[in-house]
């Protein structure tokens, strides 16, 4: 092999290749840079086997072939080479002289055919992507990965393709990175997960130009990045990524507006005080007007005032029934201090005299009626309206519980439960659980309270039936199925009872919710 080309196009392809190198391998052949002149085009490749890089350089083939060189001593060579043109001369035993001006190196390369190529991938449907916006993109999210392998999917980025979208996500266990990027055209949805290092050497290599695009290209188990004369493909990590959306909330109650350069220049004061390594942590107290930043180290403390907008939201609270709790009280003295303290704002307490879901079934109410566009004034007065005609239909399968809350004697927990005696419970107008009948067997006494939810729904358009239960899905499902062919309602949500009323009841209670005319 021989070749000519100048020290400046030789040392950028070297640089750009070195980031695939492994720093440790077992592997000889892999501490090598290949030089592959053996078509009409002069290419470097590394390889480490999970990150792999090639780009072509320009320059005259005199003979052809093939040679992998250390990649330590060639890029240390080439680097402090004479700038001018440099001939690379091989021959059969690989041994290979380095000449430029009057400086020539003579090393012993290897064979290039024990070298591992780059892996061939189909590129299909290239994501266009500027170069300016992908070194973006990495800026803002890579510092977000985990530095160690305890989770190998918090070391690499969620790419989240969805139609003419593309969400990158980093995060390590205490901060989330979220970046959306409108793409030019759609594409189909795909998610991977692309390791940290990739994304680290393709921020170093890549230019960076406004008008200069990366092509991405996607399968199963790589990811491709072409740009200018150079390509890079990188394994993915397997697995399922977190659950982002699960992990964050939308429904923020306070938003605080601040000039992006004061705090940065605010924190980046506080820092003076913290010594590399030392985990101390910057304290926010955000009032109406203003932010404090305060830091307390060894060195010593530092406090600061920035002036902020802070916008909240007015609060309709549907507390749990006065009648099983004081809940309801707590709220409205809880309601009392925030008055004072936003008067600008509206806090509304409302004592829903409701239970389990049936508590559920009215926040359903009111969440549809908010989507609908009403006000809080609105929803409020609806909630008071109709309160009192959420229906709570209860059967419960052990006496003990309802005689340990005094609800019954010992006496008649004994003997009902001998006799298979099934209670009837209801919510009154008072919010309170009462008995007020009972049946002979568990089917009767499932019957029963469907039967109570078709007489007092007479006359009601229920959109949706709530059942709930403690650990007895398939009673729960037997009167889903009779409240679906007595009501003719099919959207029926089936849940576990809470701790709070399943304390009381125990296991066996089935409850059955709806809209009706009286309790």
Known sequence: ?????????????????????????????????????????IKLMANDMELGIETRVEGEIAERGVIALD?????????????????IETDASFKTVISCEKAKFNIVGKSGDDFSYL????????????????????????????????????????FEIIENELKVVSLDGHRISIRNIELKNNYENKKVVVPGKTLQEISKIVPGGVDDDVLIYLTDNHIVFEFDTTTVVSRLIEGEYFRIDQMLSSA????????????????????????????????????????????????????????????????????FSSGLSGTYNSMCIAAEELQEKYPERKIVVIDTLCASLGEGLIDYKALELQKEGKSLEEVAAWVEENKLHIMHNVTIDDLFHLHRGGR????????????????????????????????????????????????????????????????????????????????????????????????????????????????
């Open 408 to 519: 019954v004697s010992k006496a008649s927990a004994i003997v009902g439960t001998m006799i298979q005696i099934k209670p009837i419970i209801h919510m009154d107008d008072h919010g309170e659980l009462k008995v007020i009948g009972k049946e002979r067997g568990r089917k009767k006494a499932l019957t029963h309270i469907v039967d109570m939810a078709v007489k007092q729904s007479e006359g009601w358009d229920n959109d949706i039936v709530m059942i709930t239960h403690g650990d007895c899905k398939e009673d729960a499902e037997f009167v889903a199925r009779q409240v679906e062919k007595k009501m003719g309602v099919h959207n029926i949500l089936i849940n576990c009872i809470g701790t709070v009323i399943g304390s009381h009841t125990g296991p066996g209670v089935v409850a059955v919710f709806c809209m009706g005319n009286k309790r």
């Open 1 to 41: 092999m021989k070749l000519i080309c100048s020290k400046s196009n030789l040392l950028r392809g070297v640089n750009i290749v070195s980031k695939a190198v492994p720093t440790r391998t077992t592997m000889a052949i892999l501490e090598c840079i290949l030089i592959d002149a053996s078509t009409n085009e």
């Open 252 to 319: 923020y109650e306070t938003k605080v507006i601040v000039n992006k350069k004061e705090l940065l220049d605010c924190i980046d004061r506080a820092t003076l005080l913290v010594k590399e390594g030392d985990k101390k942590p910057i304290i926010m107290n955000i009032t109406d007007g203003s932010m404090e930043l305060k830091i307390n180290s060894f060195i010593g403390s530092m406090n600061e005032d920035i002036d902020i907008e802070k916008e909240g939201k007015d609060i309709l609270h549907l507390s």
């Open 71 to 87: 990649a330590k001593i060639f890029s240390e060579i080439v680097r402090k080479l004479p700038d001018s043109d440099v001939m």
């Open 119 to 158: 892996p061939y991938i189909e590129k299909n449907d290239a994501i266009v992507i500027s170069q300016f916006t992908l070194k973006e993109v990495i800026r803002q999210t890579i510092f977000s990965i985990a530095d160690n392998d305890n989770n190998k999917l918090m070391t690499g980025e969620l």
